[in-house]
């Protein structure tokens, strides 16, 4: 067992062209890895298949179907591997992870978005229909995700109980049913056709539109439902979609859709009819704890332990945060330049300075426990010169990484150990934004024709491009408590992505959040205007909420400490220094 890059596991468990970088899921048949083709830096999903429990023939059948397939909905299959601890499917990766995962985080889906993955996943089908393959398992959990400039793309996964239509009656009997819960009635008495999947994309419509399945209970309960009793769709759900889950779920299968493209043409229909936004609930109004005025606009904000910095131009400011509010201020003038960013770490308070094209980076040590706070004092620790410049320092304040632009080297990226700068490793590239995500390894945005591409970097200057988003992003975030855990802020949605494995969820967001910070129990995302998103840990929206500032005002920085949010505001004339309680919306 060695250490990977990525985690504590056999890094080479799938041989020696894949290096595992994490467990994924877990199936009927073996284990789900996350793995990178070595040579191409490819991401990959490593299905193994234990030979206890996949017989030959069973996985002879799954390997020629899947063989059978390329479709951009269907998981494009590469080949088969075999190493030491058994055979490895090699697939394309789907960074999205299950419909069933969307579709158990409330909020995430309007209606024209379920149909768009609808009309995704009847267009597998009809590949595989003209292939003479039915499914005969669609449900959520078989349904993955990888992202797209427009949302969500869904691929059909596990043909494991895939039938071929010519198959002999003896053949097909094998024990594998399929699941109860979108099983059409014929498939209860061994029966298939196209027909049956087209009722399970029904079932899979009616769920996505309303939250939950038309039947539950008992295997024999569904059994029952599915044979009997009609789906009862409320009202208020556009004509168009009732009646394609109506048609899709008839009891017969001849009265169903005759193919995938009827039905594929109404989906189509109802999608371009269906262009109302997600509805948003009114955001809550956060009680105000304390207030302060302000004579300048701040420029960053940090906090520690019990003491909030304010960067005013060109000085910084230390005062106590206690349950009265904010104490006097104790001044630090900065001769640097002005103050651009603060980073407060278990070595002290960080501050990035500018002056034209000169940037500082000074640092106030940690006072030690019989030295009082102010008696501390502020030194630079290095200068650059340079037309662009992009700082960050790691949370622990133990490297610190700076990314400079020159017209003759392209961008180049340093890891300097803090507070000596000792050079530990350089990297090429020009980031948008970057992040050192422990002492070992960073991760970089580099922008591309769509979107960014997420690079991670080692500590001996080695890159790999390891995912892409979609859009361009305008800040990127590291978990207060997971290390390989980011958020990457961009307009309409953001990404919530853990490294280790690749897992990215797209978080649909009642605001274009400016500003971002990291806090034990998530994330606390704000506007200028005074929207304030608040998200979990895993990635979830927990609340939208309103910061009671004035018409004229507007947010300059947040940062947050404890359970308090702390915001600074700016008039133009006049600003002010805000904290509010989150306890009660973090619960
Ligand atoms: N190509 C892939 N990309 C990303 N994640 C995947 C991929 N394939 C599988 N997974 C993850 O691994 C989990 C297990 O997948 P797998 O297909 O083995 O199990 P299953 O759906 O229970 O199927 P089976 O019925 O064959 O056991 C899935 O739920 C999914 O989270």
Redesign the pocket.
């Known amino acids: 067992m060695k250490t990977c890059p990525l985690g504590t596991i056999d890094k080479n468990i799938a041989g020696p062209k894949y290096r595992v970088l994490g467990p994924?899921?877990?199936?009927?048949?073996g284990r789900?890895f996350c793995g990178i083709h070595r040579q191409t830096g490819k991401i990959v999903?490593l299905?193994q298949l234990d030979n206890s429990r996949l017989t030959t023939p069973r996985f002879l059948h799954e390997l020629n179907l899947l063989a059978s397939l390329q479709h951009p909905n269907i998981?494009a299959f590469h080949t088969l591997e075999y190493s030491k601890s058994g055979r490895y499917l090699v697939?394309?990766?789907?960074e999205g992870?299950?419909l069933r995962q969307l579709i158990d985080t409330p909020g995430q889906l309007n209606l024209k978005q379920s149909l768009q993955l609808v009309i995704d996943v009847v267009e597998g089908l009809a590949h595989a229909h003209q292939r003479g393959i039915v499914h005969c398992d669609l449900k959520p959990?078989?349904v993955?995700l990888t992202l797209t400039a427009t949302g969500w793309m869904a691929h059909l996964?596990?043909f494991?109980v895939a039938r071929l239509l010519a198959e002999p009656d003896s053949e097909t009997r094998r024990g594998d049913t399929g699941s109860p819960a979108y099983m059409a009635p014929e498939r209860f008495y061994s029966s298939y056709s196209p027909a049956s999947d087209f009722y399970a994309a029904g079932v899979l419509l009616y769920e996505l539109v309303l939250g939950h399945r038309p039947f539950s209970g008992t295997p024999g309960d569904l059994m029952t439902a599915h044979l009997n009793q009609f789906l009862e769709i409320p009202d208020t759900i556009p004509t168009v979609v009732s009646d394609i889950i109506r048609q899709a779920t008839q009891k017969l299968p001849q009265k169903r859709f005759d193919s995938a493209q009827s039905m594929l043409k109404l989906l189509r229909l109802a999608a371009a009819a269906e262009e109302r936004p997600t509805p948003i609930s009114p955001p809550s109004e956060l009680p105000v704890l304390h207030t302060t005025a302000l004579a300048a606009t701040v420029l960053a904000l940090a906090t520690d332990a019990d003491q909030l910095y304010c960067g005013l131009d060109s000085q910084v400011t230390c005062q106590s945060i206690t349950p009265a509010g904010f104490d006097e201020p104790t001044q630090y003038p900065i001769t640097q330049g002005r103050v651009m960013q603060m980073w407060s770490s278990p070595q002290g308070l960080f501050i990035r300075t500018q002056r034209a094209t000169a940037h500082a980076l000074c640092w106030r040590p940690k006072a030690s426990e019989n030295e009082a706070a102010q008696d501390s004092s502020v030194h630079t620790l290095g200068t650059w010169q340079s037309e662009s410049l992009k700082m960050t320092v790691e949370s622990g304040g133990e490297w610190l990484g700076v990314a400079t632009e020159s017209s003759r080297l392209g961008g180049q990226c340093q890891i300097l150990r803090l507070p000596t700068l000792q050079p530990r490793c350089s990297v090429a590239g020009s980031p948008t934004h970057w992040l050192t995500l422990d002492d070992r390894r960073g991760i970089m945005a580099i922008p591309e024709a769509q979107g960014v591409c997420l690079r991670l970097f080692n500590r001996r200057g080695n890159t790999f491009d390891y995912c892409r988003l979609p859009r361009p992003i305008h800040q990127l975030i590291q978990s207060q408590t997971h290390p390989y855990q980011v958020l990457a802020l961009a307009a309409e949605a953001s990404f919530w992505i853990t490294l280790n494995p690749l897992r990215i969820k797209q978080i649909a967001l009642p605001l274009s959040p400016t500003f971002g910070v990291a806090t034990p129990w998530g994330y606390l995302l704000a506007n200028q205007t005074g929207g304030v998103a608040l998200i979990n840990e895993s990635g979830d929206l927990l609340r939208h909420l309103n910061l009671p500032v004035g018409n004229q005002d507007v947010v300059s920085e947040i940062a947050s400490h404890q359970s308090q949010l702390i915001a600074a505001t700016w008039s133009g004339q006049h600003g002010a220094l805000y904290s509010f309680d989150l306890q009660p919306f973090i619960q």
């Open positions: 994924i899921g877990q199936g009927q048949f789900v999903a299905k998981v697939m394309d990766y789907c992870g299950t959990e078989n993955l996964s596990d494991g």
